[in-house]
């Protein structure tokens, strides 16, 4: 019988999916609602991203503590590689190691590459909502467990990742995005990729690292694995509305198909916390 399941799964994906397999996307057939017929882990009770409803929240300051970051302050040794991966721009970090420790964590994480969602309006494109309220982008920064070999042996473990997630705030022109935005001209499609002059993350993230939430998620893409510990800062990072057009603009998601899009609007929904519980260091700035 499974022997029988085996020869006709890969068909029906075939004749549903157009030969793509396990093409998935943010939209129609392939979106979000669908994953889980490829990806069954997408159907987990620890799915992310979730909404943070700030008087649900267990404030624990003693065990969410700082974070110790290491090698976040500077640029040496460190090599960035900028690519469009269809799914979002994303900056793969290789060379000296950058990795935190703190917020309660037990182990060591590692820095392996940090990537953005954005909407194509300002009311939407963040995964992550405070109270009901979307942000027009959100920045992931992927780490993983130090004591795996390597970053796709962490991925589906339950202490693997790492994901600090930080949202974004239309305002004032932000000199660092341009780090990476000036490069969108040679990343247009799918795959492209370039090498860019590296900068040290930290003059990415905001001043205050102190008030942020935990929670126990997943991958907020195929094949959702629930390895992810997740933080989400409450300071925005700011960006200029000229700068939201360029990655509005600027960067194409080419399907197998031949369709050409933006890649706006990359986001998966909220998804339901069930048994989970959102834990903050604090409630907000006082
Ligand atoms: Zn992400």
Partial sequence: MSQFFAILLPLYVHWTFGGAGNEWGYEGEIGPSNWHNNYPHCAGSRQSPVSI?????????????PFTMRGYDTRDNVCMHLENTGYTVQVNIQGEPISITGGGLKDTYLVEQFH?????LDQRG?????DGIHSPMEMHIVHYNAKYKNFSEALDKSDGIVVLA????????????????????EIPYRDNHTLIEPFALREFLPKKLDIYCRYSGSLTT????ESVTWFI??????????????FRQDVHQNFDNGTITDIS?????PQPLYKRKIYCSKKEDD
Avoid: K
């Avoid at 949202?167 to 969108?184: A, R």
């Fill in 53 to 65: 409803r700030m008087n649900e929240v267990i404030v624990d300051s003693n065990w969410l503590g």
């Fill in 265 to 269: 609007d990359d986001f998966r929904p």
């Fill in 116 to 120: 953005f969602h954005w909407g194509r």
């Fill in 166 to 185: 930080f949202l974004f705030e239309v305002g004032n022109h932000n000199d660092h995005l341009d780090h990476i935005i000036s490069h969108f001209e």
């Fill in 126 to 130: 963040s995964e992550h909502d405070i």
């Fill in 222 to 225: 195929p094949p959702c694995y």
């Fill in 233 to 246: 800062f409450y300071e925005t990072i700011e960006i200029s509305e000229e700068q939201l057009h360029s």
